[in-house]
């Protein structure tokens, strides 16, 4: 019987690899071999393999928000006029090009949309809303809250 159900592909290295990626993505696979105690060869090529099954789908840093100017966090609850597949599809591939919009999910209950979204200050919210949010097509309706504080951010998955 498999270790986990849910990934039965997955033993518990490959797990373990998962695991200590996702608190530090630049460890050295000699490190990272002697973490999971496996050679560092089986350690590269389980690493690989992982990236080609798409358990690993990117490998990227995470930038001080603030640091780089966009310290203001704002949820958007998006409501569209008609809930058709057609809809839907113009909406999200008009949000899929904006910058500014770091996650798009389609959601069940007062929202179709939750957008979450990165500006300047404000004001710069304010821009992005009268030039941008409004047009979106489809949109009956749109319903902003902006975050006073991040108590958790992108955890690490628990598995």
Do not use: W
Not at 11 to 29: E, F, S, T
Not at 61 to 90: C, H, K, N
């Amino acid at each position: 019987m498999p270790e986990d159900p849910f990934s039965p592909d997955l033993d518990r290295i490959d797990r373990n690899i998962l695991r200590a990626l996702q608190k530090d993505a630049r460890m050295a696979n000699s490190d990272l071999a002697q973490l999971v105690n496996v050679s560092a060869a089986t350690c590269h090529r389980r690493t690989q393999r992982l990236i080609e099954q798409k358990y690993i789908t990117s490998v990227r840093a995470q930038i001080a928000p603030a640091s780089v100017g966009l310290g203001t966090l704002v949820m958007v609850g998006v409501v569209l006029d008609r809930s058709t597949p057609e809809s839907f599809s113009e909406f999200e591939e008009t949000v899929a090009g904006m910058k500014e919009v770091l996650d798009c999910n389609l959601v069940a209950g007062d929202f179709d949309y939750l957008l979450k979204i990165r500006t300047r200050d404000m004001e710069g919210f304010n821009l992005l809303h009268g030039r941008k949010l409004i047009t979106l097509p489809g949109v009956r309706q749109i319903r902003t809250f902006f975050v006073l504080k991040e108590v958790k951010d992108n955890a690490p998955l628990a598995f």
